[in-house]
């Protein structure tokens, strides 16, 4: 499968444990975005790299999350002192810098914190 | 501040039917416009891309429209199908390269 994979596809912890989310982009892809998505709304925006720089991160991604893309290939988000309020699905893309970029999603990995 | 909206929240048909989704955004400055299908607890499925030079795009029994100078887009669903029973989710991306997604339309095809 040459799509973007996500792993764990399910995690669950109790609040204030940490937590690590990895994603694989599709090979040729440079750039890597992270959302959020919670129950009945759509996704939202987190940040995303291109190559192994950061480009921008959103005002969501609080001083507890911090994504990583050391070598421009995979990624990982991590949460640390997790709180009930980050519940829910945390979905990677990935794309071919441009314009015109469509972006592609992995599955998802669902947090629940109890 | 781009804000999508899609009308209706949720849909339920006969299958057979042809079926127009609605997407609304408030900032016309965008590159492009991706459609998506989300499964219940999965990831989203790209359906179709449109550019920001183009008023049309089709799949399948998918056609997507743009008119990026009135802030809409609708996907048009060709004689629906019960397995077409997902979430379809509209997505402008602007120049920053993000994003911005609206709710959602619930589709529900019924044999």
């Known amino acids: 499968d040459t799509g973007v994979s996500q792993d764990p596809r399910h995690k669950i912890t109790k609040r204030g444990q940490n937590v690590t989310f990895r994603c694989d982009p599709i090979?040729?892809?440079?750039?890597l975005y992270w959302y959020r998505q919670t129950l009945g709304q759509g996704p939202e925006f987190l940040t995303y790299f291109q190559n192994e720089a950061q480009l921008e991160k959103s005002r969501l991604l609080s001083d507890r999350f911090s994504a990583e893309r050391p070598k421009g290939s995979f990624s990982t988000l991590e949460i640390q002192r997790t709180e009930q309020g980050d519940s829910a699905m945390y979905l990677c893309?990935?794309?071919?810098?441009?314009?015109?970029?469509?972006?592609?999603f992995g599955p998802g990995t669902r947090l629940t914190v109890l | 501040k781009q804000e999508v909206t899609q009308i209706p929240a949720a849909l339920s048909v006969p299958e057979g039917e042809n079926l127009v989704l609605n997407c609304s955004f408030t900032d016309s400055a965008i590159y492009n416009l991706q459609w998506f299908r989300q499964d219940p607890g999965k990831g989203l499925t790209s359906l179709l891309l449109?550019?920001?030079?183009?008023r049309e795009q089709t799949s399948g029994r998918l056609n997507a429209s743009l008119d990026k100078s009135s802030g809409r887009s609708t996907l048009y669903i060709a004689a629906s199908q019960p397995g077409d029973s997902a979430t379809y989710l509209c997505a402008p991306q602007g120049n920053t390269d993000k994003l911005i997604f609206g709710t959602g339309t619930r589709l529900q095809v019924f044999p």
């Open positions: 893309a990935s794309s071919l810098a441009g314009a015109f970029g469509e972006q592609f």
């Open positions: 449109i550019q920001s030079s183009q």
């Open positions: 090979s040729e892809h440079n750039r």
